[in-house]
């Protein structure tokens, strides 16, 4: 997304096109996002109430899985002259990330939240 994201442009370019219909495929999804701006914003949070959300405890890096897929594709960037090339190059590299990464990092959530809850908050091996 280029400019800055609100959470009126989050709940109107993301939520209600992407994740709404996403989520209302998956009954028992549960939707997680971290205490950014606009996923705090009165607008996303009134349209998240409709769907099952994990609480997203402060300071708490330990249980946002994306984080371990944006490290090896920042580490694969090449170098890029201009926005349009930035871009081309980020969606180039999501279009090939190896999906058996990502269903690990999805089913390791459990023990995520677990290894989580047993320090306390404190970090984790994760």
């Not at 939520?15 to 996403?22: A, E, I």
């Not at 390791?108 to 908050?121: E, F, H, L, Q």
């Given at each position: 997304?280029?400019?800055?994201?609100?959470?009126?442009?989050?709940?109107?370019?993301?939520?209600?096109?992407?994740?709404?219909?996403?989520l209302n495929g998956?009954?028992?999804?549960?939707?997680?996002?971290?205490?950014?701006r606009p996923h705090?914003?009165?607008v996303a949070q009134?349209?998240?109430?409709?769907?099952?959300?994990?609480?997203?405890?402060?300071?708490?890096?330990?249980?946002?899985?994306?984080?371990?897929?944006?490290?090896?594709?920042?580490?694969?960037?090449?170098?890029?002259?201009?926005?349009?090339?930035?871009?081309?190059?980020?969606?180039?590299?999501?279009?090939?990330?190896?999906?058996?990464?990502?269903?690990?990092?999805?089913?390791?959530?459990?023990?995520?939240?677990?290894?989580?809850?047993?320090?306390?908050?404190?970090?984790?091996?994760?």
């Open positions: 997304m280029r400019g800055t994201l609100t959470g009126q442009r989050y709940f109107d370019d993301i939520l209600r096109p992407h994740v709404g219909p996403f998956l009954p028992e999804a549960n939707v997680q996002q971290d205490n950014a705090t914003a009165r009134d349209f998240l109430r409709h769907f099952q959300t994990l609480p997203w405890p402060a300071r708490s890096p330990d249980l946002s899985p994306v984080e371990y897929v944006w490290d090896p594709l920042k580490r694969q960037m090449p170098s890029c002259h201009s926005v349009h090339d930035l871009e081309l190059a980020v969606q180039d590299l999501w279009a090939h990330l190896p999906q058996d990464n990502s269903i690990c990092l999805i089913n390791s959530m459990k023990d995520r939240v677990a290894v989580y809850i047993a320090a306390g908050g404190g970090p984790t091996r994760y």
